[in-house]
């Protein structure tokens, strides 16, 4: 696609309940993160995926958190028994040819958890 | 770890003024990238500008220019001629670079929410 794209653009949710947000990167490219922004916390980096991948997931903030990508392609981040604090907006971005420096953001999941 | 630091929570000038918004970070990586993005309150992160730690010359886009100093881990953006479209928040990042492209993720500063007035 022309850009990176994420669904739903907002989620309310009940305290407990599982979340599953989508992004779809930019066609062809290999590298996907994962970013949080809270009012609290700022932006933080979640995980990043190199093909199908998660060389790095140091970021996820409990085991509640998980994130899978298939085929090189789509990844959905999945937030079980879901916390008020969870509260944030999730934002993907991608990244790869042409431009393998630069990460390209969607615009973002806003979650909140009553 | 890196850190990033923003020190500048809001700014405001008028519109067609000069504003430098400053930003520092700390870091044992020699071979780095550094970011300026902008979000407006749309959410949508917009790169601003680049540089690329081992280029010295200072990275220019328009209206925007940075004043990299590696010795002293600082790296301002400058805005020339602001317009109403420039109030957003404004992230300076860090990422680390590897063979094959940046392998980690972005470390954001606490941002600065810039304001025009007109």
Not at chain 2, 47 to 69: G, H
Not at chain 2, 84 to 93: H, K, R, V
Request: charged share 20%; with cysteine.
């Amino acid at each position: 696609g022309a850009g990176v794209s994420q669904s739903p653009s907002n989620k309310v949710t009940e305290k407990g309940k599982d979340v599953e947000l989508r992004c779809d990167p930019i066609s062809g490219h290999t590298a996907l993160y994962w970013y949080r922004q809270s009012l609290g916390q700022g932006l933080e980096f979640l995980i990043y995926f190199q093909g199908n991948s998660a060389p790095d997931k140091s970021g996820l903030p409990s085991d509640r958190f998980s994130a899978e990508r298939t085929g090189g392609s789509v990844s959905t981040l999945t937030i079980q028994r879901t916390q008020q604090e969870d509260s944030a907006v999730y934002l993907c971005a991608s990244r790869g040819w042409p431009t393998y420096n630069e990460q390209f953001f969607g615009p973002g999941t806003r979650l909140t958890v009553l | 770890a890196q850190t990033v630091t923003q020190s500048q929570p809001e700014m405001s000038v008028q519109e067609a003024e000069t504003v430098t918004l400053s930003c520092t970070y700390d870091t044992s990586e020699n071979n780095y990238y550094l970011f300026w993005y902008k979000q407006p309150p749309s959410r949508q992160m917009i790169l601003v500008i680049r540089q690329e730690a081992y280029k010295q010359q200072n990275a220019t886009e328009n209206r925007f220019s940075v004043n990299f100093q590696k010795a002293a881990k600082s790296f301002s953006l400058k805005i020339s001629d602001s317009q109403l479209g420039d109030t957003a928040m404004y992230f300076c990042a860090f990422m680390k670079g590897r063979s094959g492209g940046g392998a980690d993720g972005l470390t954001f500063g606490k941002g600065t929410h810039l304001i025009i007035q007109p």
